[in-house]
């Protein structure tokens, strides 16, 4: 069940982990995927992405959304999230991510910085 918009992966995503569906979770993410975690480290590729979504998925986390903004062109979308979990541990997040549309039509997210904002940033020195 492909994303047909990219407002769709958000709903895909919920239902996937609802589910505790690591396939479908990873469907919905691009092969040349890149998702920056809470701390700031970069992962790269759907193996990583695995390792980092598991403990969520294995615990059926329940995930609501609010899409706060999408600018698009082409075949890239830039979109804005706010994400509130309620299992297995309250938390809001504001996600910044990138979806790009594939050769059949549908969309999956390219990049994803689910912690953009409250993150802390060092000081440059």
Wanted: glycine share 6%; hydrophobic share 40%.
């Amino acid at each position: 069940m492909p994303a047909k918009t990219p407002e769709e992966i958000c709903t895909l995503f919920r239902q996937f982990m609802r589910e505790g569906n690591m396939e479908g979770l990873l469907s919905i993410y691009d092969d040349d995927v890149v998702f920056v975690t809470a701390e700031g480290a970069t992962k790269r590729g759907k193996e990583e992405l695995r390792q980092e979504l598991a403990p969520m998925a294995n615990a059926k986390a329940k995930f609501e959304f609010k899409i706060k903004q999408i600018a698009q062109t082409g075949n890239i979308a830039l979109m804005h999230t706010l994400w509130d979990i309620s299992s297995p541990k309250p938390l809001s997040v504001y996600a910044i991510e990138i979806a790009r549309q594939q050769t059949d039509g549908t969309w999956r997210w390219l990049i994803g910085d689910p912690f953009t904002v409250g993150r802390p940033v060092p000081k440059p020195s």
